[in-house]
């Protein structure tokens, strides 16, 4: 079986689906050449799950990432560029995000924009800074068409952020992290019209309510559950896919 991809970016790796995501791409049994896997600080105490696991697994490069940082994530495309030795990079998922619960009554200007900071602006500046080694991979690819193996960015979202059916659930109310999952869905549509000609897929994808401490323990999903569905659904990702809405089993979302 060959592997999703060569070489693979996560975001927010020290936690909750991102670490998840991590551990089960090294554990596969054609895992990919390098699995870069982010986080704000590796070296303290939250990132001693990511080291423990980068322990276990050669292919696992831990990097130092905040994506509300712009001289952190140059430094951290000076890191991915030594490991890959001048190939491009394969698969960015832009996972790291934040949720604050808040009401219309509760909500403060600055929470608003710290929260829109890091769900929306960080994830597309992280897409700036890598683009070129993104673009790098799609263009030596002897692959046709579009998929993960050649060039992709997956941007993990959530179903709250969807207008069409995003007020099905019902939950305390948490106005910056739905605003900005709604723009970071158009972000990721932008993205996807402005980058097909280059070959490279961009996807919105939901990775379902999952038991992580944004989650809560009352989600209904596991986060290995969720993992290894969102992994069978980039498996599969075409150009058919690149600028939709989907969740972890790939059913489709309206905007």
């Not at 896997?37 to 070296?43: D, E, L, V």
């Not at 070129?132 to 952020?161: D, Q, V, Y």
């Not at 969720?226 to 989907?246: C, D, K, M, P, Q």
């Amino acid at each position: 079986m060959a592997p999703l991809a060569c070489s693979v970016l996560v975001t927010g790796s020290n936690r909750g689906i991102g670490l998840e995501l991590v551990q089960q791409l090294a554990e596969t049994t054609d895992p990919p050449e390098h699995i870069f896997a982010t986080c704000r600080n590796p070296a303290g105490s939250q990132g001693k799950a990511l080291r423990e696991l980068a322990d276990k697994h050669p292919t696992i490069h831990v990097v130092q990432l905040d994506v509300k940082d712009p001289s952190s994530l140059k430094a951290a495309v000076s890191v991915v560029e030594s490991h890959l030795n001048g190939k491009g990079l394969n698969l960015l998922i832009n996972n790291a995000g934040v949720a604050i619960y808040g009401s219309l009554e509760t909500m403060e200007q600055e929470e608003m924009l710290s929260v829109f900071n890091t769900n929306v602006v960080g994830p597309t500046l992280v897409v700036k800074e890598f683009l070129p080694l993104l673009k790098k991979a799609a263009r030596e690819s002897a692959t046709e068409g579009m998929s993960c193996g050649k060039a992709a960015i997956i941007n993990l979202t959530s179903r709250l952020g969807s207008i069409g059916r995003g007020f099905e659930f019902e939950g305390p109310p948490v106005y910056s992290y739905r605003v900005t999952k709604a723009a970071l869905n158009m972000a990721t549509a932008c993205m996807a019209s402005e980058l097909q000609s280059e070959g490279v897929l961009c996807t919105a994808l939901h990775p379902g309510w999952v038991k992580t401490d944004m989650g809560t323990a009352e989600a209904p999903l596991t986060v290995e559950c969720s993992v290894r569905g969102i992994l069978r659904v980039l498996a599969n990702l075409s150009s058919l896919e690149t600028g939709a809405f989907l969740d972890w089993e790939g059913n489709h979302f309206p905007w």
